[in-house]
Structures are given as structure tokens and as C-alpha cells.
Nanobody
Framework: QVQLVESGGGLVQPGGSLRLSCAVS????????MGWYRQAPGKQRELVASISSGGSTNYADSVKGRFTISRDNAKNTVYLQMNSLKPEDTAVYYC????????WGQGTQVTVSS
């Protein structure tokens, strides 16, 4: 059973930064495609960023140039560095692990507000 635990969310002012972490246990992290998704109230869950086993990355247009996804295979952890945060980035952020099956974390709240 694969388990994902997100951390790093919180309240930040517009223009600020946060770094989310997602620690994975129980799977073969190095071969998994990892992704960060978010869901704002009343909206569908959307892809924010993903990173392949080889390190190739993909970003939503709305976060390009502001967010960076990375992974540390030695620590079984994926990160999302979020800079220049905007109020519209407010959402619950979820980590996703995809290999032979997919697994999701419980989510972490990010609130961008003054």
C-alpha cells in the first residue's frame, strides 16, 4: 500500500512563497510519475505540475515561471516550490503518485490572502 503525506501548506500574503512536500512510502518512488494538483472551492481538481521518473516536468500555464516541481528519489519525496503567490492560487493541494496504480495524498490547504 502506497501512502502519501503532504506538508508545507498555510497562509501567505500575495507575493509570498511556500514549499510543499509530499513524502511517499510503500511504493517504488523512483519509477513513479509524481504530480501536484489543486482544487479550489466550487472548482474541479486541476493539474498544477508533474515530474516524470526521468525528471521531465510539466506545468499548468497559470503557474509557469512561478512554481517549480522537483523530486528527491533518495528521500522518496516530491516538492513544489511556489513563488509569487496570488490569491487565485488558494486551494487544497494534493500530491499524486502514478505507477501501476495511482494514489493520492490527503491534501494540504494553501491560502493566499492579505
Amino acid at each position: 500500500q502506497v501512502q502519501l503525506v503532504e506538508s508545507g501548506g498555510g497562509l501567505v500574503q500575495p507575493g509570498g512563497s511556500l514549499r510543499l512536500s509530499c513524502a511517499v512510502s510503500g511504493g517504488i518512488f523512483s519509477i513513479a510519475v509524481m504530480g501536484w494538483y489543486r482544487q479550489a472551492p466550487g472548482k474541479q481538481r486541476e493539474l498544477v505540475a508533474s515530474i516524470s521518473s526521468g525528471g521531465s516536468t510539466n506545468y499548468a500555464d497559470s503557474v509557469k515561471g512561478r512554481f517549480t516541481i522537483s523530486r528527491d528519489n533518495a528521500k522518496n519525496t516530491v516538492y513544489l516550490q511556489m513563488n509569487s503567490l496570488k490569491p487565485e492560487d488558494t486551494a487544497v493541494y494534493y500530491c499524486r503518485y502514478a505507477s501501476f496504480r495511482e494514489y493520492w495524498g490527503q491534501g494540504t490547504q494553501v491560502t493566499v490572502s492579505s
